[in-house]
Structures are given as C-alpha cells and as structure tokens.
C-alpha cells in the first residue's frame, strides 16, 4: 500500500470454531476463557474478534452467527460496539450469520455469487452466503488491500504465487453460467504486532503460504510472528502438509495455530 503498517497492540478472541475445550491450560501466548460462568459454544465455521485500543473489527459470522453472538454477548461485547466487519470470503460457513449483524462490512465482489463445493462428479454442497439487506449493511466491494483499523488490514486478493497450494474443487455461477472457482476473493487479516505481524485466514483457499507473502508485501513488514487459521490441509490436501510446514520454516514464524 505504499507505506509500512504502523505497530500495535492488539487483542485477538476466536469466537467461533468447530469445536471448543476450555479446560486446556493456558500458556504465556494464549488465554482461553474457561469457568462454568462462560458457557462459550461453538459451531461450524469461524469468526474473530481483533481489540486494538480504539476499535474492534470483526471476522466471518460463522455458519449460522448464533454462536458468535452467544460469545459476544459472554464477553460483553455488543454489536454497535463493532466498528467494522470483514470477510475472509464469500462461503457460507463464514458469512452465514449476515442476518445478526449491521453496519460496515468489508467484502470482495465475488461474495455474494452462488457457490458450492463439487469433490466429484454428482456430489454438490451449497456454500452460498446470505443475501446482504441493504437497511442493515453497509457493503464496500474491494479487492485491493484495505486498512480496517490502526495496524489492521486485509491483504485484498491474494496472487497464487505457488500454484500449489490450490484446490479445485469449488464452483461458482455468475450470471447463470458455472466455472470453477478459484476463490479469488480468499483473503487475510493483517495485524503489525510490535513482535511482528499476525496473519489470520479464515480458510486459506489461495493457499497460506501465498497468504503470508501478500502479508508481507502489502503491509511493508518482513517478520512475520504468528499464523492463524483455517488452513484447509485435510483430506485431499494433507498431501501438502509437509511442503507446508517446509515453507513455514524458512518464512521463519514464530508460532503456527
């Protein structure tokens, strides 16, 4: 974008994963909130909450936005207290709560087409989003970076540098045609950390390693500190794993979740 993302600090809460254990213990880089008061739930899909000192972005809804909502209203978080909304990309299993939310949402073009996941020939599952309502909504179409709050910002389309990491196995019909999608609206979320960045992505359709590089070119900073994902390595990507975790080590990050 032409400038380096400024530094921060930053507090980032998973509100919404597949499954949830609260009786881990903690450790010194993450804190789980646990304790018979919480009652946190979970759901398919995924949604984040990144807390800077000023503002509060939201990531994906998951499937449904019951369970993001629950967690938000655990922590006391409501929704005018949100200052922006993002998605990672237009799969319903991250924009499927689009009905429990409102306000300023930051998307690609491609977010609201309908999609689906086509394994193999004769098996389709849906992954269309909701509609957006245009009383609530707010949508602002990019597919460029985009600086969400101090320090934070989405890596627009991320290049496919290593062509690799894809999987073809999605679809996408635009104006009542079909192709295949390559989920060019796949992105992730950048956060500059005084110990470096911290890439969030919601699935890693473009591959995340690919994320990582846009990470790092679009925000003018080299060290990259921890990945978080949604990274999509099982089954038929498992096969990718050990090039995966080649690659992260020579990126040198400090932490993969």
């Known amino acids: 974008m032409g400038e380096t993302l400024e530094a921060i600090n930053a507090k980032l809460t998973i509100l919404v994963d597949n499954t ?23 759901e398919h899909g995924f949604s984040a909450l990144i807390e800077t000192d000023d503002e509060k972005v939201l990531i994906d809804t998951g499937v449904t936005g019951i369970a993001m909502k629950h967690n938000l209203d655990l922590m006391g ?7 922006v909304i993002v998605f990672s990309h237009g799969h319903n299993d991250h924009t499927g709560g689009l009905d429990k939310v409102k306000g300023k949402i930051i998307a690609h073009p491609d977010s ?41 910002m989405t890596t627009g389309e991320v290049p496919r540098v290593h062509k690799w990491e894809e ?9 009542g045609i079909v192709y295949k999608d390559s989920v060019k609206d796949d992105m992730g979320i950048v956060i500059n950390t ?22 790092k070119k679009v925000s003018g900073v080299d060290k990259v500190h921890c990945v978080i994902g949604g990274f999509h390595l099982i089954g038929p990507a498992e096969k990718k794993i050990d090039r995966t975790i080649g690659e992260f080590k020579k990126l040198n990050i400090d932490k993969v979740i």
């Open 20 to 42: 949830i254990m609260e009786l881990i213990p903690n450790s010194d880089f993450i804190k789980r909130r646990s304790g018979p008061h919480h009652n946190f739930i979970a």
């Open 77 to 83: 978080v409501k929704m005018k207290d949100i200052d």
């Open 112 to 152: 609201f087409y309908e999609r689906c996941l086509s394994p193999k020939p004769g098996v389709k599952f849906d992954l269309t989003s909701p509609k957006p309502n245009p009383k609530k909504h707010k949508i602002e179409y990019h597919t460029k970076p985009v600086k969400l709050a101090k320090g934070v």
């Open 167 to 175: 999987l073809p196995v999605f679809n996408i019909v635009k104006n």
């Open 194 to 215: 005084k110990k470096g960045l911290v890439v969030i992505q919601g699935c890693s359709h473009a591959g995340i390693i690919n994320t990582v590089i846009a990470a």
